[in-house]
């Protein structure tokens, strides 16, 4: 499903590469967890990002579902966000200004999903996550926990082929 | 989606509901200028458009061929009243021509008698002849338009006036008396027909419109002349042609009646003048009045007032969605990899900002709605949003508005947002996605040059205001009025005999009625121009001029009813050092008519500081002048004036019961001269307070932005031991370095600015640096004080606060 041949990326500083990653080639098959693991500054979020096309790598070659999206226009890679991404962040990143309910109806919209099948979808991952008393709440009337509860179920709401998940935990007590 | 946007535009806006509300409140100002002034340029534009019919209709304008002040080539639009039988049968295109009394500005109106009914002044009552409705087609309610004018003695009147004088418009076949001045003994004319009021205002407005007889009559010798307006109806619309005939026929008809007065053509047009005749098309009439400034250009500062007004709060509103939008970036970081597309983004910002301009829009009409009664009443205008002829073209025009606004308040910082990196925002590092800084502070230094030139504007108006009102105007305006009627001795010594009354004199020239009349005389066989004012011996007195040199009019000398002159100072200046007891002379057909100089008086103001005291010669004889002055100055020497006018009023009634006594005091005469100027310097400040104001709560509201954008780098610098003041100065620089840019731009502008607008006194200050000073002082300070309320919210909140949310 994914493909990684040969991936570099570095930043030219004053001349100087910086390399961040180098020579990173691997497979991914559907089905696949995959966890990456380092030290911080090893490059695992920059991997993360190449993997989920916001950034391109400096060298090597991507494929994503068979097709090369080493570079990409836009169209193209929105489409791929639509079908067959969803991003899970450090940070949740809910939108502010939409309440739980709206925040995973959102990919669902971009998707065009007709209403009746919207609503059972949301109705669905609400009760999966027991959330369903906070749908009409706005994030920051949530703690972080269930922000970050919402923002998987909203990676999930399009049925992606894959979920990218940066350090999904990373701001949730251990408990 | 659009649902789910439009949801988020609100709760966005309801978040930052102050600076929506400076935002939409400022928007709203600055459309209401601008609806204002849209809907006076559809007003003096519908001028003479209430009937398709007038697409034919023109009014004929003759060239101007005297000495006037500016020099210019003029036409006019009064003249000999045979041009409109020259119309009718040499030129094949007329279909109807048609003559009418011009408007007299110093008659208030005639005096109309019902009955028994006491006498009252009715405006606007014109004389034509009986072509006058063939030429423009009127809605006629009672009557017929073929056959109204067809007798003499008829009269049309508008349904207002019916209504007024009957209370019911069915008055064909009544009879009211018209008397035209005061001692006329006035005549009958029969009501023949009721027009309606016409969608559009007139040129050519009439409340009456009579058919007396005087129109139709041509003058019995080439001699003589009767002057008057002429219409005509054409069948084409080829001006160029026309105009090309008119010309040929008008020559023709000239070099014929000089040779039947015996003036040698060539003699008279030797020195450049040339004879001219031509058509302007009724549409263009009312944007060129002959000898005065045409409503476009006195408009024209208004308009670039209004559109800067307009930028002034697009501004705004772009600096504050531009600022906002670092709240908006993670939104759009998560929208985007969410799978939307650009032009999603951008589509969703400018619902945005339309909804905000369409808030806007409705808020503007609503105060152009409260406001109009005022501007009504301060331009002396008609104006009305709904009840006008131009709703339709208003409204569209408000569309084309709607968009515009949007578009450039929208754009930009849609276009911005859209473009933010998903990956730099969702990182949480904002400051790499910001973009628009530079053209925000740009936009920051635009608005204060604006705000410092209209700050520098009403600091020189203030002074030239003051300057001029405090102007010697050259005579004594207190307890003197003007009675509008001609000098009569019956009447003038009557008056004399009431207590209070000191002088009782008449003049041509008169703050309030000025008619200029030029004379080429001759001083040591050197043509000089001058203006030349008929005066009676006491009417120097009455106005209470100041004596330079020698004396003024005197009955102890018997020479002053013939050939004495008085002259003032700026007429002096040609004649030399010595002029009393010079000789100045003038030619009348091969005679010379000699006058000794007797006196100089100061130079006295009878029009508005804008125009220069003409070189005026006075003459108490009607040579070469005219007694046909309107003017009846009365001189009091008593404080109480209303009682003394009560007298000279029973006074009136016994000569002239038919005509109601009119009268204006100089001081009203003054202040109508000085309304003008103060309306429009009355306008600048306005404008400047509402474009300082806005550019004010504009910056306010951008310094709470980036107070607020640097939060954190407050609160550390704070942890690091910065003190309060240190943090109000870290963020006033920023922008006291914009004021200070736009000062420096602004002093230019501004100098060339009000130094154009100086030029049009002929009496101006000279150009003063106090108020550049204090304009930059008032900018910094007003921008310190502004940028430190915030700054010191910042400073003050313990920064425990700002790291934990961080």
Known sequence: MIELKNIEKYYANKGVKNYVLRHVTTTIKQGEFVSIMGPSGAGKSTLLNILGMLEEPTYGTYEFLGEDVTSLNERKRIELYRNHIGFVFQAYHLIDEMTVYENIEAPLLYKKIGGSERKSRIADLLDRFNIVAKKDLFPNQLSGGQQQLVGIARALAAQPSIILADEPTGNLQSA | ?806
């Open chain 2, 1 to 806: 989606m659009f649902k789910l946007n439009l949801k988020i535009a609100w709760r966005n806006l309801w978040k930052n509901k102050v600076y929506a509300a400076i935002n939409i409140g400022g928007l709203a100002l600055g459309l209401t200028a601008f609806v204002l002034m849209l809907l006076y340029i559809n007003y003096e534009e519908s001028y003479d458009t209430w009937t398709p019919d007038l697409e034919n209709v023109y009014q004929i304008r003759e060239r101007h061929d005297f000495f006037t002040p500016d020099n210019k080539e003029h036409w006019q639009d009064t003249q000999d009243s045979r041009i409109a039988n020259l119309l009718r049968n040499k030129i094949p295109n007329t279909i109807a021509a048609t003559r009418v009394q011009p408007d007299w500005d110093f008659i208030k109106g005639f005096s109309v008698k019902i009955a028994n009914a006491n006498p009252i002044v009715v405006s606007k009552m014109k004389d034509a002849d009986s072509s006058f409705f063939q030429v423009f087609h009127y809605d006629f309610i009672q009557g017929d338009e073929q056959t109204a004018l067809k007798n003499v003695r008829s009269v049309v009147l508008k349904e207002s006036l019916a209504k007024k004088l009957f209370g019911t418009d069915k008055v064909l076949g009544k009879v009211i008396k018209v008397v035209m001045w005061r001692d006329d003994v006035g005549q009958d004319l029969t009501i023949t027909g009721v027009v309606a009021e016409p969608k559009t205002p007139q040129t050519v407005k009439f409340n009456a419109l009579m058919r007396t007889g005087e129109e139709d009559a041509l003058p019995n010798n080439a001699s003589n002349f009767h002057y008057c307006q002429v219409y005509a109806k054409f069948n084409t619309t080829d001006t160029a042609q026309l105009n090309s005939n008119l010309q040929r026929v008008y020559l023709e008809h000239k070099k014929l009646s000089f040779s039947q007065r015996k003036i040698n053509f060539k003699e008279y047009y030797k020195d450049g003048k040339r004879p001219g005749l031509k058509a302007v098309s009724i549409a263009n009439v009312h944007a060129n009045p002959p000898f005065q400034t045409s409503w476009v250009e006195k408009l024209k500062p208004i308009v670039g007032i209004s559109v800067f007004l307009l930028v002034i709060s697009i501004i705004n509103f772009v600096n504050l969605a531009t600022a906002q939008s670092v709240q908006r970036a993670k939104e759009v970081g998560v929208k985007k990899v969410l799978g939307s597309y650009k032009a999603q983004l951008i589509s969703q910002f400018l619902i945005e900002s339309a909804l905000q301009s369409v808030s806007a829009l409705f808020l503007s009409i609503v105060l152009v709605e409260v406001v109009l009664p005022l501007f009504n009443a301060h331009f002396n205008v008609q104006l009305s949003f709904w009840h006008n002829a131009q709703l339709l073209t208003t409204l569209s025009e408000l569309v084309g508005l709607f968009i515009i606004v949007t578009l450039l308040a929208g754009y930009y910082p849609a276009w911005i947002l859209s473009n933010y990196n998903p990956v730099s925002v969702l990182k949480g590092n904002y400051e790499n996605g910001l973009r628009g800084i530079a053209l925000r502070n740009v936009l920051v230094v635009f608005q204060f040059v604006i705000s410092v030139t209209f700050i520098i504007a009403i600091g020189v108006m203030h002074l030239q205001t003051k300057f001029i009102s405090n102007k010697d105007l050259g005579f004594q305006r207190g307890q003197l009025i003007n009675i509008k009627s001609n000098y009569d001795a019956k009447l003038a010594e009557r008056l004399r005999t009431i207590p209070g009354v000191q002088y009782v004199g008449t003049s041509t020239q008169v703050m309030g009625n000025v008619f200029n009349v030029s004379e080429s005389g001759y001083y040591k066989n050197t043509k000089l121009n001058f203006n030349s004012v008929t005066v009676s011996m006491d009417a120097l007195p009455a106005l209470g001029v100041q004596v330079v040199k020698g004396r003024i009019f005197s009955g102890a000398y018997k020479q002053d009813t013939i050939n004495s002159i008085v002259i003032n100072e700026t007429a002096a200046k040609s004649f030399g050092k010595q002029v009393i007891g010079e000789n100045y002379y003038l030619k009348r057909d091969d005679k010379n008519l000699v006058f000794q100089i007797v006196g100089v008086i100061k130079d006295y103001h009878n029009e508005g500081f804008d125009k220069v005291v003409l070189p005026t010669i006075y003459k108490v004889t009607n040579l070469g002048g005219t007694s046909n002055t309107n003017n009846l100055l009365v001189r009091f020497n008593t404080d109480n004036i209303a009682a003394t006018i009560d007298k000279i009023n029973v006074e009136w009634k016994k000569l002239y019961p038919n005509y109601p006594l009119e009268y204006e005091t100089m001081d009203d005469a003054f202040s109508n001269v000085m309304d003008n100027n103060n309306r429009f310097i009355n306008m600048v400040m306005l404008f400047s307070i509402i474009s300082v104001s806005l550019s004010l709560l504009g910056l306010f509201a951008l310094s709470t932005f980036v107070a607020k954008r640097r939060t954190k780098e407050i609160a550390v610098r704070k942890v690091l031991g910065a003190s309060n003041i240190q943090i109000v100065n870290l963020l006033n620089k920023s922008f006291l370095l914009l004021v200070l840019a736009a000062n420096i731009i602004s002093w230019p502008i501004a100098y060339i600015l009000i130094k154009k607008w100086l030029e049009g006194f002929a009496y101006r200050i000279d150009m003063a640096v106090v108020p550049f000073i204090i304009a930059t002082l008032t900018s910094i300070v007003i921008a310190v004080l502004t940028v430190s309320i915030q700054a010191r919210k910042a400073a003050v909140t313990n920064p425990v606060n700002a790291l934990k949310y961080e």
